[in-house]
Structure formats: structure tokens, C-alpha cells
């Protein structure tokens, strides 16, 4: 276990009717202890789970893949700064990690592709295949696979909207050996 507590300062929100600062399990939350080595984060849509996710990674300077910028409408100029927020207890010490997000992840695949394009060598790391040459749920979990051999904080957002039942099952195994090993 790299983090063991999750601390919301609601008090310190610069606002309290703009998102993602009026998501109301954000304000009503001070600490999230983190107690098991793979913890999950459940809830309705919209209650904020991923937008936490991204916090606690911008926080523990994860980068957070992105595509290419597109013009989009923001309704709210704080979209992005809940990390500015919370704390996160290191147990001992930063250890390296990532952050997945279903959405982001086809950029990064298009992004090896081009790293590949003058190191095929890249691929390797990835089962030897492009990835996307591979289904959308084969992709994902050679990511997987290749990305969590290595020990660290991993911070998944929704890891099992391409999968398969099988995949999923196959995923959960992945998690549960990553918390044994580190």
C-alpha cells in the first residue's frame, strides 16, 4: 500500500456552486482512509469518483494523458483544480505510478504507435503488437499486463468499460496480484 489517507479541505473551496466543488460527497467528505492495497471507488454517476481519481493524481504529479486540444466549452474555470484541495499521505515515500482513464488511453496507443513508427523496440514492452492493431479490450489489458508488471500507485478510472466479463475477471486477478506484490 503506497497511500494510506485522502484528505478533502471543503472549507478551502474558492467556491461552493461551481463544479466539481458542489459534488456533494466532495463537500461532505474530509478523509478517506485507504486500507487494502487495491481499494475501489463505487458510487452513482456524477457523484465524483473520477474527477477524485484525477485529483489524487494530479496531487501525487501522476500526468494525466491527453490528446490532441480541441476548443471545448467549460462551464466551470475551476474544471481541473480539486488537487489544488486534498492531501495524500505517502506511507512510505512517492513511489512511481499512472493514471487510466478508458477515454485517454486511445491516445496513448496512437502515441506509441508513432514512438514505434522510429522504435519498434517500444512494442515490445506491450506484447510485441501495436495496440491498436489489438480489439479495444485485447489493447487494454496488453497495456495492463505490461504497464503494472512494474510496482507502483496505479490509479484506474473505469478500466472495465471495453472489457469482456472474461477480461474483467482476468483484470481483477491482475489487481489482486499487483496488491500482494507491491
Same mark, same amino acid.
Given at each position: 500500500?503506497?497511500?494510506?489517507?485522502?484528505?478533502?479541505?471543503?472549507?478551502?473551496?474558492?467556491v461552493r456552486d461551481?463544479?466539481?466543488?458542489?459534488?456533494?460527497?466532495?463537500?461532505?467528505?474530509?478523509?478517506?482512509?485507504?486500507?487494502?492495497?487495491?481499494?475501489?471507488?463505487?458510487?452513482?454517476?456524477?457523484?465524483?469518483?473520477?474527477?477524485?481519481?484525477?485529483?489524487?493524481?494530479?496531487?501525487?504529479?501522476?500526468?494525466?494523458?491527453?490528446?490532441?486540444?480541441?476548443?471545448?466549452?467549460?462551464?466551470?474555470?475551476?474544471?481541473?483544480?480539486?488537487?489544488?484541495?486534498?492531501?495524500?499521505?505517502?506511507?512510505?515515500?512517492?513511489?512511481?505510478? +499512472? &493514471? %487510466?482513464?478508458?477515454?485517454?488511453?486511445?491516445?496513448?496507443?496512437?502515441? =506509441? #504507435? $508513432?514512438?514505434?513508427?522510429?522504435?519498434?523496440?517500444?512494442?515490445?514492452?506491450?506484447?510485441?503488437?501495436?495496440?491498436?492493431?489489438?480489439?479495444?479490450g485485447e489493447s487494454?489489458? +496488453? &497495456? %495492463?499486463?505490461?504497464?503494472?508488471?512494474?510496482?507502483?500507485?496505479?490509479? =484506474? #478510472? $473505469?478500466?472495465?468499460?471495453?472489457?469482456?466479463?472474461?477480461?474483467?475477471?482476468?483484470?481483477?486477478?491482475?489487481?489482486?496480484?499487483?496488491?500482494?506484490?507491491?
Amino acid at each position: 500500500m503506497h497511500i494510506d489517507t485522502v484528505t478533502i479541505r471543503p472549507e478551502q473551496f474558492p467556491v461552493r456552486d461551481a463544479y466539481p466543488f458542489s459534488i456533494p460527497a466532495l463537500t461532505a467528505t474530509r478523509e478517506i482512509r485507504i486500507d487494502a492495497p487495491v481499494t475501489f471507488f463505487m458510487g452513482e454517476n456524477g457523484t465524483g469518483k473520477s474527477t477524485l481519481l484525477q485529483a489524487i493524481a494530479r496531487r501525487c504529479g501522476m500526468h494525466i494523458w491527453g490528446g490532441a486540444e480541441r476548443a471545448r466549452y467549460r462551464p466551470s474555470p475551476h474544471e481541473e483544480a480539486l488537487h489544488h484541495y486534498i492531501s495524500v499521505r505517502w506511507t512510505a515515500g512517492r513511489v512511481p505510478g +499512472s &493514471f %487510466f482513464s478508458a477515454d485517454i488511453f486511445r491516445n496513448f496507443a496512437q502515441n =506509441l #504507435d $508513432e514512438w514505434a513508427s522510429m522504435d519498434p523496440g517500444v512494442l515490445q514492452y506491450f506484447g510485441g503488437a501495436s495496440l491498436l492493431t489489438q480489439s479495444h479490450g485485447e489493447s487494454l489489458m +496488453s &497495456f %495492463f499486463r505490461s504497464r503494472y508488471a512494474v510496482a507502483g500507485l496505479y490509479l =484506474l #478510472d $473505469e478500466p472495465e468499460t471495453a472489457l469482456s466479463p472474461r477480461r474483467c475477471i482476468e483484470l481483477l486477478t491482475l489487481l489482486r496480484d499487483m496488491g500482494r506484490n507491491g
